[in-house]
């Protein structure tokens, strides 16, 4: 069973830049799962942000973000990252990593399209 773990989170200005980080605390190997993050503000939907190919070499983003956000992951380390720059209030939620297999990248926006999710990590923006 994967075991979704998410780090990173904090509390920061405006303008800041965190890295958030998802590992699998099962230590069972991630490799075989498209991978994408998403977030919860309060009171709003779970909405998508950005995915990421078994190897990495596919990555597909929220029109939203605009740039300031940057998937990666390393399957040596087991790891997937969040780069997020230029952070603003309006970014502040629970953000989740998730992985799937089952439907493919075409469906990669959808929630439903993954098996496994991480507990969140609170991403806080002051101005």
């Known amino acids: 069973q994967v075991q979704l773990v998410e780090s990173g989170g904090g509390y920061v200005q405006a303008g800041d830049s965190l890295r958030l980080s998802c590992e699998d605390s099962?230590?069972?190997?991630?490799?075989?799962?498209?991978m994408g993050w998403f977030r919860q503000a309060p009171g709003k939907e779970r909405e998508f942000l950005a995915t990421?190919?078994?190897?990495?070499?596919?990555?597909y983003y929220a029109d939203f973000l605009k740039g300031r956000f940057t998937i990666t992951r390393n399957n040596i380390r087991n790891t997937m990252h969040l780069q997020m720059d230029s952070l603003q209030p309006e970014d502040t939620a629970i953000y989740y990593c998730?992985?799937?297999?089952?439907?493919?990248?075409?469906?990669?926006?959808?929630?439903?399209?993954?098996?496994?999710w991480g507990q969140g990590t609170q991403v806080t923006v002051s101005s």
């Open positions: 990421i190919g078994t190897i990495g070499g596919y990555t």
């Open positions: 998730a992985a799937g297999k089952r439907y493919g990248l075409a469906y990669a926006e959808k929630a439903m399209a993954y098996d496994y």
């Open positions: 099962s230590g069972r190997t991630l490799s075989d799962y498209y």
